[in-house]
């Protein structure tokens, strides 16, 4: 189409079937923009009203001392922010924060992928995911309650310490005489808690008795007999460790005496020149023999170990572990969630690339190293981050398992802190906390959104 110079060109709106012209040829681009502040106007008086306005007054409270209920104290600056560091409850929190940060998401990640890639390869892959992605569903409260009561000291209520003891006893049996000593003037010297040893040596050919109170009668030792005199025909040191009381009382002390238990199991050592040389332990009936010592004299040692008090479990709701086991109960809640979006991503990956990695003959390992592995980086990593900004918030899983534990401040962190002394009327100190958990979940937040919009791009 041609035109003379200085006419101009009029081009004439493009009709839709019917003749009808499109009501964006008749309406400028943003003629109705009121329309969408008018649904997007009550969403951002909300975020105004739930998030900005009370980050902005949680910075300006920062700046200044507590002073109750009645206002704001007198202006301090920084000095809110540098307690974080000085007061040794709160440097507690910020130090735990940091191992949150340093081990949750890195062995959550590892565990969901793990767990991603060998739901893969069983056969029963959903509902092995279903069952394990389950804990998510649970309340965090309640939760933390269930590992509270896992965690019990008690072995009779705690499961993790039933586990505990019973391997611990599998391997390195208890004592079973906590409350069994010597009887005054048996022969016997030593404090309680300790060993004791006999106060005279013996020859190779004597029968010594050592008598021991203190067993419960009412419930000995289910292989324990009736105490015997060690055989005629028994050759070298020999002897009976027996419990010297009957119940109901009687008999001889220092005797063996009818109804008086033998005490099986007991180590007996015999010593030379302070040095142990043999080693024997008492049958059911009390008895003991050392056959291989044929001459000389010697002590005799009943090993403190005989005495001590059975193992009770390991504390873990205590100071020194509360940390791993809250974070192991954490473990148990969000692996799940990693796992499913790692198997998401594993689904994505094309099938063709792994079959030609396989066919150039690289081994399992290599294909999941240099194939699997680059291929997953971008959802380990959104993985990763959203656990970051998601330990850095955590906050009902450590309350709820420091309660009533007596561990103290050891396992507290930012948010758990800036609760207890938000609680205490300390909103100076508990706004600097929460500004500085702001500012410690923003780079995550922000990484996450840049990564979004490249991926998008």
């Known amino acids: 189409m041609s035109k003379d110079a200085g ?18 040829a008749t309406h400028p681009p943003g003629e109705r923009r009121w329309l969408a502040y008018a649904f997007l106007g009550p969403a951002l008086l909300l975020l105004l009203a739930v998030l900005v306005y009370p980050i902005f ?48 998401p890195t062995v959550v990640t590892i565990v969901g992928l793990i767990f991603a890639v060998l739901s893969e390869r069983i056969r029963w892959g959903s509902a092995f995911k ?13 939760s933390g309650i269930t590992f509270q009561m896992i965690y019990s000291d008690q072995p009779t209520k705690g ?13 390195s049996p208890s004592a079973s005489y906590p409350t069994v000593h010597p009887r005054p003037n048996s022969g016997l010297a030593g404090a309680d808690g300790g060993d004791y040893t006999s106060v005279r040596s ?26 015997a005199h060690p055989a005629q025909s028994q050759r070298g040191l020999r002897g009976t460790v027996w419990n010297d009381f009957a119940a109901g009382g009687g008999g001889t002390v220092g005797t063996i005496d009818t109804d008086e238990l033998g005490l099986p199991g007991i180590e007996i050592q ?16 009390g008895t003991f023999n050392f056959s291989k010592l044929t001459s000389g004299s010697y002590q005799l040692r009943l090993p403190a170990s005989n005495f001590a008090a059975p193992f ?3 504390s873990w709701l205590g100071p020194n572990l509360i940390t791993p086991a809250i974070l192991i109960a954490y473990l148990w809640v969000w692996a799940g969630f990693a796992m499913v979006l790692i198997a998401s991503g594993l689904a994505a990956i094309p099938r063709d690339v792994l079959e030609a990695a396989r ?35 955590v906050f009902d899983l450590v309350y709820v398992m420091t309660q009533g534990t007596g561990s103290g401040p050891s396992a507290t962190v930012l948010a758990v802190q800036m609760y207890q002394l938000y609680a205490q009327g300390s909103y100076g100190s508990s706004s600097a906390i929460g500004i500085a958990l702001v500012l410690l979940v923003l780079p995550a937040m922000l990484f996450n959104i840049r990564r979004f919009r490249t991926e998008q791009s």
């Open 7 to 24: 006419t101009a060109l009029t081009v004439a709106p493009t009709t839709t079937t019917g003749g009808a012209v499109p009501a964006s």
């Open 57 to 104: 007054y949680s910075l300006a409270r920062s700046f200044f001392s507590d002073a109750g209920t009645t206002g704001w104290g007198p202006w301090v600056g920084l000095d809110n922010y540098a307690a974080l560091f000085t007061n040794p409850t709160t440097f507690t929190a910020v130090k735990n924060n940091i191992i949150w940060i340093v081990v949750a």
């Open 130 to 142: 279903l069952v394990m992605f389950m804990p998510m569903a649970i309340s965090f409260v309640a």
């Open 159 to 171: 499961l993790a310490n039933a586990v505990t003891v019973g391997i611990h006893d599998t391997f």
């Open 202 to 227: 013996y020859g190779t050919e004597e029968a010594v008795n050592l008598p021991l109170v203190g067993l419960p009668v009412a419930s000995p030792p289910p292989n324990a007999h009736q105490a």
């Open 270 to 285: 015999a010593l030379q020149d302070g040095k142990v040389v043999d080693t024997t332990t008492t049958a059911a009936d």
């Open 312 to 314: 009770g479990g390991v």
């Open 359 to 393: 066919i150039d003959g690289a081994s399992e390992w290599q294909v999941f190293r240099r194939v699997t592995a680059p291929l997953l980086a971008p959802v380990l990593m959104v993985v990763f981050v959203t656990l970051v900004i998601n330990v850095l918030k």
